[in-house]
């Protein structure tokens, strides 16, 4: 396990230095103390420590929003995604690191987006990346060594110019992305790329811009051939399926080795959402709002007393809506406030989205509602918010004040 006095003189010092800046945000003792988290956001950001600091932040915040410390106990992962969207566990590399093959090509992403709301999708696959990171630890211990990264193998053969270019695909896993740089820095060692053809291009090229300069460095990107033998000298021959270039099978010999890696397989239409009745549109304490296209509209909640709970409904009458909820101290504050549950897009129109925040202190609350990126489409929007007092557990009725 990384410590401190393995480490040189001037990562000692900023790590140091940038666990001083935020330890005090940090709720989890344990990742408190993590030298990895402080070393992981420094590398990835050059040893900038003002930038270092501020992803960071952000990541403290997406981890409290999201219950990342809980997700294993918290959150049961769509059975669609396990299922369907299978980013299987084949074993360890030379070193230890988990590596994870995922045949892409073959993946009915549209059914598994038919399914399920993009964010569930998203969050879905992160607690697989969080089922690693306590594998890791699990290594390390019994390695003895810092196990801190992993790798992934993705197949693209049978991949499609349909799948290329189906809008759905392209926005969830821009969101996964995003996800993934903002929050799992250094995490990676080398992803493969195999069997790609001139469809993976076009997907790659939505996604390419998203990705550091680091991360990209570790994608290598192979077409039929050379992947083997690369994939051999990370992996040893007897942990690599034989269709992969190493020497593993089924009992019966099946270099697909279809007891341990399951076949992608189409989505079942059973699973497939229904559309939602928007059902808060007929009730008379539901407000509707009109969301200009580039443009936003902030609902400011006073909250009195900490302690107290947000809680909210809404649905969009077609597309989908940015949302976000920020904090200041006071309506006098000029400033746009802190962001408390970072931007999503959320698409409601299989189920209407609700929530709650435990508010820790007395202040503005802003719910904001962002269409900012849309250059064609305005948005319609029904709301249902309330503060829930925490010692007379009664719903206080708040003025919703439009800025």
Not at 136 to 155: G, H
Not at 169 to 183: G, H, K, P, S, W
Not at 229 to 250: M, S, Y
Request: charged residues 30%; hydrophobic residues 40%; neutral net charge.
């Amino acid at each position: 396990m990384q410590v401190l006095e393995d480490l040189s003189l001037k990562e000692k010092e900023a790590c140091l230095e940038l666990k001083r800046r935020v330890s005090s945000e940090i709720i989890n003792e344990d990742l408190k103390n993590d030298v990895n988290m402080y070393l992981r956001f420094l590398r990835a950001r050059d040893f900038n420590l003002d930038v270092a600091e501020a992803m960071l932040r952000n990541h403290i915040v997406w981890r409290v929003a999201n219950q990342i410390d809980t997700i294993h106990t918290s959150y049961e992962p769509e059975e669609v995604v396990i299922k369907y969207l299978r980013l299987q566990r084949i074993g360890y590399d030379k070193e230890g690191s988990p590596v994870r093959f995922l045949d892409f090509g073959k993946v009915d992403l549209k059914g598994v987006l038919k399914s399920c709301k993009m964010n569930a999708v998203v969050k879905s696959v992160v607690w697989m990346f969080e089922e690693d990171v306590v594998e890791m630890k699990k290594q390390s211990e019994k390695l003895e060594k810092n196990i801190q990264q992993w790798i992934y193998i993705l197949d693209f053969d049978n991949f499609s110019f349909a799948k290329a270019t189906h809008k759905p695909t392209a926005e969830v896993l821009i969101q996964l992305f995003m996800t993934y740089e903002a929050n799992y820095p250094e995490r990676l060692k080398a992803a493969y790329i195999i069997n790609a053809s001139v469809y993976f291009t076009i997907l790659f090229s939505f996604i390419k811009p998203l990705l550091s300069g680091n991360t990209i460095q570790k994608i290598k990107i192979y077409g039929k051939d050379g992947y083997k033998e690369d994939l051999l000298k990370a992996i040893d021959a007897d942990v690599l399926p034989a269709f992969l270039g190493g020497t593993k099978t089924d009992p019966d010999g099946n270099p697909r080795c279809l007891s341990t890696i399951k076949e992608a397989l189409l989505v079942p239409k059973k699973y497939y959402m229904t559309k939602n009745p928007h059902h808060l549109k007929g009730q008379p304490e539901a407000r509707k709002l009109i969301v200009s296209r580039r443009s936003k509209i902030p609902i400011e909640l006073n909250v009195a007393e900490a302690g107290s709970f947000i809680e909210w409904e809404f649905e969009t009458e077609n597309k989908d809506i940015g949302f976000a909820l920020l904090y200041k101290e006071s309506a006098n504050n000029i400033s746009c406030g802190a962001e408390l549950i970072p931007k999503q897009r959320i698409d409601t129109n299989f189920q209407t989205e609700s929530g709650m925040f435990q508010c820790e202190k007395p202040g503005v609350y802003i719910l904001m509602f962002d269409n900012s990126y849309s250059w064609i489409y305005q948005k319609e929007i029904y709301v249902k918010i309330g503060v829930v007092n925490p010692k007379e557990k009664k719903e206080t009725k708040v003025q919703l004040k439009l800025t």
